[in-house]
């Protein structure tokens, strides 16, 4: 079997920036066993498989893999891959528009193709429901985890947060740019102090400025347990974090999150978090540059 992929860097509008995603179409008589190799031997933060959708009325059904696990849900690989299928033009014979549904693991989720002059730059995605807050860490803990030391833990908005949508995240303030370039990702350390059933994904970020709707926080995100040794860009997080917000803030919410400075991938996510009649709803903007293209052929 011959497969085509693609790679786009997502969240950027620079090469060798953002967040770099595979996109596999085809392999819906792929094992889920095969996918998880595909995404290892890809070794990007994620791969997406892209297969016929179950309901016609939906773009296509997708699939995610990070190199060591299979995510029900995850932003990067979505804003990229809908950017991928815009940029092909159709999918399955039937044109893309400027807005695609895909069918994943969590349910529908929709998204917007972001066009300048006509030509696809990126997408926004709505999260297909609100995170949900499951409970707190200790902040000592969550400190030793990524190498820090307690008072480097912010708690006066929130203690570290345990917040699900989809994927599950650690989310915690820490004081200053300083402290969050001294963090570290060690699977060891994570599993001594937080243990085995804490989330994998372990989200710090510092406040940059804040006005009275809108907030630039800086961040990173360290998933060594999963395969993903640090994240550049995390739009799951970016919703995740949003949802954290919606508890603590009046309104209307504009967040600016740049991601992977530390890294050399500097990476930028606009997100939204709106109230209206409608109730609440996140969504997650971004750019992407396109990258490779080519056939796997052992497969």
């Excluded at 833990?153 to 740019?177: K, N, W, Y």
């Excluded at 969504?283 to 080519?294: E, I, L, N, Q, S």
Aim: charged share 20%.
């Amino acid at each position: 079997m011959t497969l085509i992929y693609e790679t786009v860097d997502v969240f950027t509008e620079t090469a060798f920036g953002g967040n770099p995603l595979a996109v596999v179409l085809g392999g819906e008589t792929l094992s889920t066993e095969a996918m998880q190799a595909i995404a290892r031997e890809f070794n990007c933060p994620e791969t997406t498989f892209v297969m016929p959708p179950e309901d016609p009325a939906h773009t296509a059904k997708v699939r995610i893999f990070t190199p060591g696990m299979e995510l029900p849900f995850a932003g990067h690989p979505n804003v990229g891959t809908a950017t991928v299928l815009s940029w092909r033009g159709e999918i399955f014979g039937r044109p893309v528009g400027d807005a695609v549904v895909f069918e994943e693991a969590i349910g529908a989720v929709g998204l917007d193709i972001l066009r300048v002059g006509g030509t696809a730059v990126g997408a926004r995605l709505t999260s297909p429901a609100m995170p949900t807050v499951r409970g707190s860490f200790d902040p000592s803990a969550v400190a030793a985890a990524v190498g820090l030391s307690d008072p480097n833990i912010v708690v006066a908005r929130h203690a570290p947060a345990h917040v699900a949508i989809g994927a599950t995240f650690v989310i915690a303030e820490v004081e200053d740019l300083d402290v969050l370039a001294a963090a570290r990702g060690d699977a060891g350390l994570q599993l001594k102090h937080l243990g085995e059933a804490a989330p994998p994904l372990v989200y710090l970020y510092t406040r940059e400025d804040a006005g009275p709707d809108t907030l630039h926080i800086r961040s990173r995100m360290f998933a060594p347990r999963a395969g993903i040794p640090e994240d550049p860009a995390t739009g799951g997080a970016a919703v995740a974090i949003a949802g954290l917000f919606a508890g603590l803030w009046d309104g209307d919410l504009d967040i600016v999150i740049d991601q992977g400075i530390e890294m050399g991938r500097p990476s930028r996510l606009d997100v939204r978090l709106i109230r209206d009649d409608a109730g609440d709803r996140i969504t997650v903007a971004g750019r992407c540059v396109a990258m490779m293209r080519g056939e796997l052929t052992s497969v």
